[in-house]
C-alpha cells in the first residue's frame, strides 16, 4: 500500500498531453455544436477558429455531446491537441478571438487517457419554460414559452416515473440508429423560479431528442392529466407516439458534465 505522497507523485508523473476546455455559449445562431459538411456555423468550427488564431495551426477538436441548433450549454467539455501557452493565458486568447456569444470558462492540462466523449459518466440538462400569459421578448430563444398555468409540484411528482433504469426508446427522435436505448435517470425535478419553470434532469446518457421529448411530454402531462402511473406506461410502451411532442431546442441548456 503506497503513501499518499508516493500517490501524489504517481499522479503528477502522468504525462499530460492533451487540453480540455470547458465552455459556455448561447446555441441560438448556430447549426449545433458539431462541424457541418456544408459549412454552416458551429460551435466547433467556430472554436477551431480561434484555436488556429492563436496557435497559427487548425486543431482537432472533440466534444462530449453533439448538441442541436439552438440549444445552449452552461458548461460544455471538449479536448484538443497540446498547445504552448499556460492554460491560465489560454482561455483569455481564446476568449479575444470568439464571438459574445461563446466564451472558454477553464482551459486544463489533463492525461492522454481523457477523452470529452467516452471519459464522461453522466450529463446534466435543464429545460426552461417561460408560463406566463404574455411573451418575455427578453427570452426569446432562451426558454420555451408556455402561456397555461403549469404546477410544478404535481408535475415533479409525475416526473419521478422517469428515473432509473429504463428502456427509453419512446422518448427518441424516429430515426434514429441507436439500438441500445435502455438508460438511467439519476434525477428529474422540476422546480419553479417566478415564471420560469425548469425541468432539471441527469443521466448516464441521453438518446437523440430524449430531454426534449421528455419536456414535451411533461408539459402533455399538465395539458391531459398524465399522472405518474401513466407516464410509467408511456416509457413501458416503447412507443415514440405515446409520448408528447418534442419541446423547442431554445429552452434546453447541457448544464453539466460529469467525469
Same mark, same amino acid.
Request: one cysteine or more; glycine letters at 6%; proline letters at 4%.
Given at each position: ?14 504525462? $499530460?498531453?492533451?487540453?480540455k476546455l470547458t465552455l459556455t455559449y448561447d ?26 488564431? !492563436?496557435?497559427?495551426?487548425? %486543431? ?28 491560465? $493565458? ?8 470568439? &464571438? ?27 429545460? $426552461? ?19 397555461? &398555468? ?31 436505448? !435502455? ?13 420560469? !419553470? ?49 419541446? &423547442?431546442?431554445?429552452?434546453?441548456? %447541457? ?5
Amino acid at each position: 500500500m503506497t503513501d499518499n505522497f508516493t500517490e501524489s507523485q504517481n499522479l503528477q508523473a502522468i504525462p $499530460k498531453n492533451k487540453i480540455k476546455l470547458t465552455l459556455t455559449y448561447d446555441g441560438t445562431n448556430f447549426h449545433g455544436w458539431q462541424v457541418q459538411k456544408s459549412g454552416v456555423v458551429t460551435v466547433q468550427s467556430t472554436l477551431q477558429d480561434a484555436i488556429e488564431s !492563436v496557435c497559427g495551426k487548425r %486543431l482537432p477538436v472533440t466534444g462530449c455531446s453533439r448538441t442541436d441548433a439552438g440549444v445552449h450549454a452552461n458548461e460544455f467539455v471538449c479536448h484538443t491537441d497540446i498547445i504552448n501557452i499556460p492554460c491560465e $493565458k489560454l482561455s483569455v486568447a481564446l476568449n479575444s478571438h470568439l &464571438p459574445s456569444s461563446v466564451a472558454v470558462k477553464k482551459a486544463e492540462l489533463v492525461p492522454d487517457s481523457f477523452h470529452a466523449r467516452y471519459s464522461c459518466a453522466g450529463k446534466e440538462y435543464i429545460y $426552461k419554460i417561460f408560463n406566463e400569459k404574455y411573451r418575455d421578448p427578453f427570452l426569446i430563444n432562451r426558454a420555451m414559452f408556455y402561456p397555461r &398555468p403549469l404546477d410544478a409540484n404535481s408535475l415533479s411528482f409525475a416526473a419521478q416515473a422517469f428515473c432509473g433504469r429504463h428502456d427509453f426508446r419512446a422518448f427518441m427522435s424516429e430515426g434514429s440508429k441507436i439500438s441500445d436505448t !435502455v438508460r438511467t435517470v439519476k434525477y428529474c425535478d422540476i422546480s419553479r423560479f417566478g415564471d420560469i !419553470v425548469q425541468i432539471k434532469i441527469a443521466a448516464d446518457g441521453f438518446l437523440y431528442n430524449m430531454v426534449r421529448i421528455i419536456a414535451g411530454t411533461i408539459i402533455a402531462a399538465s395539458e391531459k392529466g398524465f399522472s405518474r402511473d401513466d407516464i410509467s406506461d408511456i416509457i413501458s410502451s416503447c412507443q415514440r407516439k405515446n409520448a408528447g411532442p418534442t419541446a &423547442p431546442a431554445c429552452g434546453l441548456y %447541457l448544464n453539466k458534465v460529469f467525469y
